[in-house]
């Protein structure tokens, strides 16, 4: 059978699929809708991750590397939309199933978000199943946001999907196509003209070596608070407040951990929430100082708002790392 994934394997699969070794169902205790959509889809990175699958039955797929070993799990949602429905296979499937109500929001506290401007509002109004996801797994969140530094999305998608295809492991279960990212020792022994043929210069390269090389002091700060997390990344050369906070959104469901460094973010905020188009980070911050606490969700609905300015300058340009 071709490994290629099309949404005709992936029914097909799904009809032919093995019994999977373990089984879970949960649903919020408070009864609040559910949007596996919006909960999961920020652990995706980019339409091709061979991590993470969306197929047209409703279905989310995600592989991890847990303290167990690789995984995979399938997600849906239950008929009355209010909970969801897991299977998982591989060694690391427990694992998977013990923190799957984590990583579909059960530790966040929607309720404890207060809107104070209308387009919020109007946001969660829309969007009542966004919950924050929690992982527990640092450095499958750490690695990818480290390859999208100072980088357009496409560039640090492609180096990502490249290097986990080349250097991870086929995940376990029914899906072909899926991928497992590669161990640390892994990581660590990828050759430089690898990272150079994925497009990944030697100043992210040379991070990411670093992380892997105390690979399991990063997945200590799983157990942390986003802050204390958030200070251990950063004493790595090459980690910034940029990196850690796009890490703990993910590891930690991190509902205060704002991006600040970023290209379109200040701009999209001040937007949003005062005309302004040019604000930079210390104007979002001040902007966002309603929201103390809560300030992240508060970004991921003004993002959901589809409130953006119209661009008005160049993407940033493609690095071609082979002319450096």
């Known amino acids: ?91 690391g499937a427990g694992w998977l199933l013990d923190r799957l109500p984590a990583l579909l929001g059960a ?24 919950r924050l996801t929690r992982t527990g797994l640092v450095l499958e969140s750490l690695i990818p946001t480290v390859l999208e530094q100072k980088v357009t999305a496409d560039e640090a998608y492609r180096a990502w999907r490249l290097l986990v295809r080349k250097y991870g492991e086929p995940a376990p279960g029914p899906t072909p196509g899926l991928f497992v990212v590669p161990e640390p020792r892994t990581w660590a022994l990828i050759p430089s003209w690898e990272w150079h043929r994925a497009g990944v210069d030697d100043k992210r390269a040379a991070t990411i070596l670093r992380a892997v090389r105390v690979a399991r002091r990063m997945e200590e700060t799983a157990a942390l608070t986003p802050e204390q997390a958030r200070a251990r990344l950063e004493l790595i050369p090459g980690i910034g407040p940029w990196t850690s906070a796009e890490t703990v959104q993910r590891s930690h469901g991190a509902p205060d951990a704002v991006t600040v460094g970023d290209l379109h973010i200040p701009g999209i905020v001040g937007h949003a929430l005062a005309g302004d188009r040019d604000a930079d980070d210390a104007a979002m911050l001040e902007l966002l100082a309603p929201y103390a606490g809560q300030r992240h969700r508060a970004v991921r609905l003004i993002l959901l708002s589809g409130r953006v300015p119209a661009r008005r300058t160049p993407k940033m340009p493609r690095t071609d790392i082979g002319r450096l």
């Open 1 to 91: 059978m071709s490994g290629r994934f099309t949404p005709r394997t992936a029914a097909r699969t799904a009809a032919e699929a093995p019994a999977a070794q373990a089984t879970r169902a949960w649903a919020p205790r408070t009864g609040t809708p559910l949007d596996l959509a919006l909960v999961l889809t920020p652990l995706r990175r980019g339409p091709a991750d061979p991590t993470y699958r969306a197929t047209p039955d409703g279905a989310h797929w995600r592989t991890g590397r847990t303290p167990q070993g690789p995984g995979t799990l399938r997600i849906r949602a239950t008929a009355d939309r209010a909970g969801a429905e897991a299977e998982a296979w591989g060694p």
């Open 107 to 130: 530790e966040d506290d929607p309720a404890a978000f207060v809107p104070r401007h209308r387009i919020v509002a109007l946001a969660r109004h829309r969007n009542p199943g966004l």
